[in-house]
């Protein structure tokens, strides 16, 4: 499974989205009937969730069980077609990401331990977000341990270095190598540009 780390929707793109009188048809649409989740966060972020769900939709095995769940604030994991309006929009930025956070931390806890029951004795979750910061990694590790791995490539970059290389493996359809979380190194020195390796 994909575990997505989600949009800021407290910035300057979600605020757009927000706004009853954008002149934009997708704010438009947005406001008249709601959008899925993945095309709210993909505005709202820009390139590194947009990076984010390319790179999950392309791998996930159709024909398999793989699933691709996004982080919320105060819903847990939520399918990345989950229809969205204004209205929740607004409630996801009233909750903060924060592992002390008990609205955050314990919707996500509990959707985690049922897809980690779920997974296939060989299966793992897959974090397409910082392992550098304790805000998803402890929860999502007490739930899938060893099970939990990242894109060892993702050590070093920042966002917008992420979304770029997710959106590369995917077009060019080659898998990034995964590491487990668990004893991985947090931080590391500054990855080489993408247009370098």
Known sequence: ???????????????????PHAPFALARQFHREGLPLA??????????????ITYARRFADENASDVIRVITTN???????????PESLRAFGDSEIHEGNPLYAGPLRRDAQTSARELSADGCAILLGSIATAKYR???????????????????????????????????????????VLGAILKGKRAPRISEM
């Open 39 to 52: 095309d709210v966060f993909s505005f709202a972020s820009g390139l590194y969730f947009r990076g984010k």
């Open 75 to 85: 819903a847990g994991l939520l399918d990345p077609l989950t229809h969205v309006t």
């Open 138 to 180: 402890d929860v999502l590790l007490e739930c899938f341990g060893e099970r939990l791995l990242f894109p060892r490539d993702f050590i070093g970059r920042g966002d917008m270095s992420r979304g770029g290389l997710l959106l590369r493996a995917a077009r060019e359809g080659v898998e990034l190598p995964y590491s487990p």
């Open 1 to 19: 499974m994909f575990l997505l780390s989600p949009a800021k929707v407290s910035g300057a793109r979600a605020g757009l989205l927000l706004n």
